[in-house]
């Protein structure tokens, strides 16, 4: 079985900046993809950002490149999501999730975290 928990969201102001993290724990050896998605209220879930666990390759949605950056900790089995200069429009319930390739499509990710509130104040 595969747990994953998300920890730092919060609320901030814009241009503010926080730092998700994301535990993974269980059977995750043949999983290499961890991503970052999210979902504002009345929308439906986006892809954030994703990375290679065994190399470190990393993917970034359009929307937030230049300001978020994923990394991960293979000894602590945690990826973080930092996130700068954050705007109003970065408000949503962010989730990780854990799958097999580094791909951008959610359907392609097999294990999900409960979700952390990150709420940016204009």
């Known amino acids: 079985q595969v747990q994953l928990v998300e920890s730092g969201g919060g609320l901030v102001q814009a241009g503010g900046s926080l730092r998700l993290s994301c535990a993974a724990s269980?059977?995750?050896?043949?999983?290499?993809?961890m991503g970052w998605f999210r979902q504002a209220p009345g929308k439906e879930r986006e892809f954030v950002a994703a990375?290679?666990?065994?190399?470190?390759?990393?993917y970034y949605a359009d929307s937030v490149k230049g300001r978020v950056a994923i990394s991960r900790d293979n000894a602590k089995s945690t990826v973080y999501l930092q996130m700068d200069s954050l705007k109003a429009e970065d408000t949503a319930v962010y989730y990780c999730?854990?799958?097999?390739?580094?791909?951008?499509?959610?359907?392609?990710?097999?294990?999900w975290g409960q979700g952390t509130q990150v709420t940016v104040s204009s």
């Open positions: 999730a854990l799958g097999r390739l580094l791909v951008v499509t959610q359907s392609q990710y097999d294990y």
């Open positions: 269980g059977r995750t050896f043949n999983r290499d993809a």
């Open positions: 990375i290679s666990r065994s190399i470190g390759i990393t």
